[in-house]
């Protein structure tokens, strides 16, 4: 069934036999997770990675998110250890995204790492994503559904603002549960989170029964969503606002301004975990609405609110 886009489609069985053949020629598709909406193509073929690298407008520096069905494809491709193994049998589908060494006979394309000796795997929990990964033989590579440094897609219309005619698929799932991109975590040594996400770090702690390390040192993480320019909506942003500038949009938690037009709020209730889902769509809207700038109240650095604050963070610093 279509809508009001030509390329955006609602999921169905014809529509699944139709993505995977798409897939299989080595186009790549708007496809949802229960985190944002990825570009997803063939993780195996040179030319599938490249468009998705062309699509995005990507650094070649940036390494891509491999998805898998499960854990008997990802072996094929990555060593996996013992921390993975407790964390995937937690967590797995999940919003989590694990660092592991990369087999020497692994058939990931060097492109799509970044020709680094190490890969990026996730195991996606979106029903529609699942059926995908079970029915095609190779993994995905899928980074987020914006052109690079935007902030991500979490609708599929989110993602035609961002390509239009350019992607000829995109699956409609419904808005994304979650609403932020996954926590990443390296394995490769001792664990440590390199992008906060709705997991958090005390309950890797707990399946880890152990301590990660804090602050750590930036400068030798290779991970470029860590960088400061990234997750920009476009306009400036500034954070740990108190007072209302007139014209900007401004963006806090709680129902206090509930009748002010300038004002977005992220949660009326407070719950953070719904914040973070609102955060990029309240992006999208203010932008559209045509305001010049955005400001955001403090955000508390607790649970859900430190994966908040890393994204406005970013957001704040690309201007
Ligand atoms: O929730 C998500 O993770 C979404 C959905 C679509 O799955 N994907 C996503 O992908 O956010 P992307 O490409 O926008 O962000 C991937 C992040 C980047 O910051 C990248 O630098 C990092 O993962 N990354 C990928 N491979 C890595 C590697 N081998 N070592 C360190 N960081 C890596
Ligand atoms: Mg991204």
Redesign the pocket.
């Known amino acids: 069934m279509k809508n009001n886009y030509s390329n955006i489609f609602t999921f169905n069985r014809k529509i699944l036999s139709k993505t995977i053949n798409f897939l299989n020629n080595g186009n790549i598709a708007g496809l949802p ?1 229960e ?4 570009l997803g193509g063939n993780a195996y073929s040179k030319f599938s990675i490249k468009k998705i690298f062309k699509l995005k407008g990507r650094p070649k520096s ?4 491999i ?1 898998y069905h499960n854990l008997n494809n990802v072996m094929r491709d990555v060593e996996i250890n013992e921390s993975f193994l407790k964390l995937y049998n937690k967590l797995c589908p999940g ?1 989590i ?1 694990f ?1 592991l060494k990369k087999k020497d006979n692994s058939k990931i394309h060097s492109i799509a ?2 020709k ?1 000796k ?3 795997v ?1 195991f ?1 929990k979106h029903r529609i994503i699942r059926s995908i990964l079970k029915n095609i033989n190779y993994p995905l590579a ?4 914006n052109k690079s440094n935007n902030v ?1 897609p979490v609708r599929a219309s989110d993602v035609y603002d961002e390509f239009k005619k350019e992607l000829k698929l995109i699956i409609d799932g419904g808005a994304s549960k979650i609403g932020i ?2 926590t ?1 975590i ?1 394995l490769t040594g001792d664990p440590k989170i ?2 906060p ?1 709705i997991i958090e770090n005390k309950t890797i702690e707990k399946i880890l029964k152990l301590k990660m390390k804090k602050n750590i040192n930036l400068k030798n ?6 960088m400061k320019k990234h997750y920009s909506p476009g306009i400036p942003v500034l954070i740990n606002q108190k007072i209302h500038d007139k014209n900007s949009a401004f963006i806090y938690l709680g129902k206090r301004y509930k009748n002010n037009k300038n004002f977005f709020s992220l949660s009326e209730r407070y719950d953070l975990k719904e914040a973070a889902s609102n955060l990029y769509k309240i992006f999208r809207l203010i932008k559209k609405k045509g305001y010049k700038k955005i400001q955001i109240a403090l955000i508390p650095k607790i649970g859900a609110g430190i994966a908040i604050n890393d994204r406005i963070k970013k957001a704040s610093n690309t201007l």
């Open positions: 997770t985190t944002v909406y990825g940036n390494p891509l998110i998805h919003p995204t660092i790492s970044a680094l190490t890969i990026a996730r996606p899928m980074p987020s559904a991500s991109e996954s990443v390296d390199l992008r996400g993480v290779k991970s470029p969503g860590m």
